[in-house]
């Protein structure tokens, strides 16, 4: 059986972790409250949040995108 070619073997491809929103970032407990710190997407409801950006905030679920003035 005749052995791989060098550079088949050479070339992996890297592994990139993308980089997620922990729950303790998410979450602020104060006494028995649970207060979410992100906002929520209209559109996909409660669970979802949206990512906050310098001129705007958006779902990465469905896509939705408010600006910011």
């Known amino acids: 059986m005749?052995?791989?070619?060098k550079?088949?073997?050479?070339?992996k491809k890297e592994v990139?972790?993308?980089k997620s929103v922990s729950?303790?970032?998410a979450y602020d407990v104060s006494g028995d409250?649970?207060?979410r710190k992100?906002?929520?997407c209209p559109?996909?409801?409660?669970?979802v949040f949206m990512a906050t950006h310098a001129d705007r905030?958006?779902?990465?679920?469905?896509?939705?995108?408010?600006?910011?003035?």
């Open 43 to 47: 559109k996909c409801g409660p669970g």
């Open 57 to 69: 905030v958006s779902c990465g679920k469905c896509g939705y995108t408010e600006f910011k003035k």
């Open 23 to 25: 729950k303790k970032d």
């Open 38 to 40: 992100k906002p929520v």
């Open 2 to 5: 005749p052995a791989p070619a």
């Open 16 to 18: 990139v972790k993308k």
């Open 33 to 35: 409250k649970v207060v």
């Open 7 to 11: 550079g088949a073997a050479a070339k």
